[in-house]
């Protein structure tokens, strides 16, 4: 298999999760910064590579597959990451990461179980959708960055959007579920059984 140069970024993504992690930790005081900068770095990739491929008519089955892998390895590091650092409302700040993380495990699953009975077009990213990863993105940088501006609460923000992000989080999963439930009823009425090796 050869690797195209979206191919490429999208693995450059996955290899900036470690980066993200030893910065998050370095006992330094520009740690908060050089976070923001590797995940805004991420984010350009994942916006790059799929334009490239699309442009240069460079899509593989590979690529499509790895993409929103590389995506989710980097969101579900940097919310572990900001969990534990959480001091307030400690609680609510996990359930909402565990929401999101769960929601991505879920849809993933979902598509690829539409994908093999045809009805992949069903689960496609929505609107809303959208609008949740923008919340999560931005939520995510502010909260790695995680120092006020003057008097602008920059934490504050960040878990303010993060809230509201799970809460779009929810809404787009049902709305996904809610799409794919005919088939998935059709399928259970009629027997329809797929099998499966253990993981």
Same mark, same amino acid.
């Given at each position: ?15 900036l999760?470690?980066?993200? %992690?030893l910065f $998050? ?24 590579? +799929?334009? #490239?491929?699309?442009?240069? +008519? ?14 989710? #390895? ?15 409302? &400690? ?8 929401? #999101? %993380? ?20 069903? %689960? ?10 923008? $919340? &999560?993105?931005?939520a ?17 923000? +960040? ?7 799970a ?33």
């Amino acid at each position: 298999m050869r690797l195209t140069f979206p191919t490429m970024l999208t693995l450059l993504r996955i290899a900036l999760v470690p980066v993200l %992690v030893l910065f $998050f930790y370095l006992p330094v005081s520009w740690s908060d910064l050089a976070c923001v900068v590797v995940f805004v770095l991420a984010a350009v990739t994942d916006i790059a590579d +799929g334009y #490239i491929a699309r442009k240069t +008519g460079q899509t593989s089955s590979f690529g499509a597959f790895l993409d929103p892998v590389a995506d989710k #390895i980097m969101v579900s590091t940097a919310l572990v990451l900001l969990v534990q650092r959480q001091e307030t409302f &400690q609680a609510i700040f996990a359930i909402s990461a565990a929401i #999101i %993380v769960g929601r991505e495990i879920t849809i993933s699953a979902l598509r690829e179980w539409m994908s093999e009975v045809g009805e992949r077009a069903l %689960v496609n990213v929505s609107w809303i959708g959208k609008l949740k990863t923008g $919340f &999560q993105m931005t939520a995510i940088g502010f909260l790695l960055y995680h120092d006020n501006m003057g008097w602008i609460p920059i934490a504050r923000i +960040g878990e303010m959007l993060l809230y509201t992000a799970a809460a779009l989080t929810l809404w787009s999963m049902w709305i996904y579920l809610k799409a794919a439930w005919p088939v998935i009823s059709n399928l259970r009425h009629h027997g329809g059984t797929r099998s499966s090796t253990p993981d």
